[in-house]
């Protein structure tokens, strides 16, 4: 594997060799340690043998352990299907299922504040995709995902009140948190909608101008890539007819609500069968208040939230009544081996090997030449 992780420095520009050194195998080791480390900590502080014997582990608790592992497989089919889409099916199954793969394993091993966008731009001109498709389709993902958020959040807050907005730990500080991540994410959603749908040119205007500030001149060039990417994503998205953007949308709620309802499966299953109703209306709530807890999320400063995840998901199931205190490490323990881990450890895997094919095929195009 280090073969594979060394070689692509004679074949890749050094712009690139920096996204490959972000996607190495070797940065799986970091969230890893960080992740399995908070998770044996809290195991420690909260053993509590009473409570852990009352876990059933019976039919009903492996039933919704599976399912949750299942909705996994489905979330990452459903955001392989939004490639497909999005790209007008230029990315074959396969393709599109590897392609997000290395996609969430960049999300796993950089900074949630981060995200794998920069990797995305990579990947996906390294797939012969086209300068201004890859741009369109890497930005105006950006915008679905924030509309997503935007308009489901306060719709969950209208129904059920603010009670949906978590409360972590035993504090409304999560709730803070959770208001200035929100308006962050529509400021930038909403900031990148108007360049992508209205004046891209003014959109590189401001970026370009936000950058001669003394402290930020080192971004100049980084700011003019990016207007010049909103540009090129904005011709190539504007002129697309509205069922384009309907079934985007309907694919990114999908992908996006799966991952929540993960979460939700593991609550039931650790609750005694017929204890947490499964009602529309209850569930519904249950599944609001995990997509506000995401929104915390946003902000963690480790790769892929490792150990900050852990700690914030077992502070809100206990404050929340969800899982009794004891119970909930090993609940959040097992939603990030189901949601986490295996991203790390299968892009371990495929990265270096299609690494390798993308550098035969460098090599074919020159003899070619």
Same mark, same amino acid.
């Given at each position: 594997?280090t073969?594979?992780?060394?070689?692509?420095? !004679?074949? &890749?520009?050094?712009?690139?060799?920096?996204?490959?050194?972000?996607?190495?195998?070797?940065r799986?080791?970091?969230? $890893?340690v960080?992740?399995?480390?908070?998770?044996?900590?809290?195991?420690?502080?909260?053993?509590?043998?009473?409570? $852990?014997?009352?876990?059933?582990?019976?039919?009903?608790?492996?039933?919704?352990?599976?399912?949750?592992?299942?909705?996994?497989?489905?979330?990452? %089919?459903? &955001?392989?299907?939004?490639?497909?889409?999005?790209?007008?099916?230029?990315?074959?199954?396969k393709?599109?299922?590897? %392609?997000?793969?290395?996609?969430?394993?960049?999300?796993?091993?950089?900074?949630? !504040?981060? /995200?794998?966008?920069?990797?995305?731009?990579?990947?996906?001109?390294?797939?012969?995709?086209?300068?201004?498709?890859?741009?369109? *389709?890497v930005?105006?993902?950006?915008v679905?995902?924030?509309?997503?958020f935007?308009t &489901?959040?306060?719709?969950?807050?209208?129904?059920?009140?603010?009670?949906?907005?978590? @409360?972590?730990?035993? /504090?409304e500080?999560?709730?803070?948190i959770?208001?200035? !991540?929100?308006?962050?994410?529509?400021?930038? /959603?909403?900031?990148?909608?108007?360049?992508?749908?209205?004046?891209?040119?003014? &959109?590189?205007?401001?970026?370009?101008?936000?950058?001669?500030?003394?402290?930020?001149?080192?971004?100049?060039?980084?700011?003019?890539?990016? /207007?010049?990417?909103?540009?090129?994503?904005?011709?190539?998205?504007?002129g697309?007819?509205?069922?384009?953007?309907?079934?985007?949308?309907?694919?990114?709620?999908?992908?996006?609500? *799966?991952?929540?309802?993960? @979460?939700?499966?593991?609550?039931?299953?650790?609750?005694?069968?017929?204890? $947490?109703?499964?009602?529309?209306?209850?569930? !519904?709530e249950?599944?609001?208040?995990?997509?506000? %807890?995401?929104?915390?999320?946003?902000?963690?400063?480790?790769?892929?939230?490792?150990?900050?995840?852990?700690?914030?998901?077992?502070?809100?199931?206990?404050?929340?009544?969800?899982?009794?205190?004891?119970?909930?490490?090993?609940?959040?323990?097992?939603?990030?081996?189901?949601?986490?881990?295996?991203? @790390?450890?299968?892009?371990?895997?495929?990265?270096?090997?299609? %690494?390798?094919?993308?550098?035969?095929?460098?090599?074919?195009?020159?003899?070619?030449?």
């Amino acid at each position: 594997m280090t073969n594979h992780n060394t070689a692509p420095e !004679t074949e &890749f520009s050094d712009k690139e060799e920096k996204v490959i050194k972000s996607i190495k195998s070797n940065r799986i080791i970091i969230p $890893i340690v960080l992740g399995l480390g908070v998770a044996a900590w809290l195991l420690y502080r909260k053993w509590d043998a009473e409570a $852990i014997a009352s876990i059933p582990w019976d039919t009903h608790t492996f039933t919704w352990i599976g399912i949750a592992a299942g909705l996994m497989v489905v979330r990452h %089919l459903a &955001f392989s299907f939004r490639l497909r889409l999005l790209s007008d099916n230029f990315f074959s199954w396969k393709k599109a299922i590897t %392609l997000f793969l290395i996609w969430e394993f960049s999300s796993s091993v950089s900074p949630t !504040t981060v /995200g794998g966008a920069a990797v995305a731009l990579f990947i996906l001109s390294q797939e012969n995709y086209g300068a201004a498709k890859t741009a369109a *389709l890497v930005i105006y993902t950006i915008v679905l995902d924030t509309f997503f958020f935007v308009t &489901f959040i306060p719709t969950m807050v209208l129904i059920f009140g603010q009670d949906v907005i978590p @409360l972590v730990g035993r /504090g409304e500080s999560g709730q803070w948190i959770f208001y200035l !991540t929100f308006s962050v994410m529509i400021a930038y /959603g909403g900031f990148f909608f108007y360049g992508l749908f209205f004046s891209p040119s003014k &959109f590189k205007a401001i970026v370009k101008g936000v950058t001669k500030i003394k402290f930020l001149r080192r971004f100049q060039d980084r700011a003019e890539e990016l /207007g010049n990417d909103i540009i090129k994503a904005s011709n190539e998205i504007r002129g697309r007819k509205f069922s384009f953007h309907l079934k985007g949308y309907l694919a990114t709620c999908l992908a996006w609500s *799966l991952r929540f309802i993960i @979460l939700s499966c593991l609550v039931i299953a650790f609750n005694p069968a017929g204890k $947490i109703p499964l009602e529309f209306v209850y569930q !519904t709530e249950l599944y609001a208040k995990i997509q506000s %807890l995401f929104v915390i999320l946003l902000l963690l400063p480790s790769p892929g939230g490792a150990g900050f995840a852990e700690f914030i998901f077992d502070g809100f199931l206990v404050s929340s009544g969800y899982i009794r205190d004891g119970v909930s490490s090993i609940v959040a323990l097992i939603w990030r081996l189901i949601t986490y881990y295996p991203y @790390l450890i299968f892009g371990a895997i495929v990265i270096p090997v299609w %690494l390798r094919n993308r550098i035969n095929d460098r090599r074919k195009e020159k003899s070619a030449g």
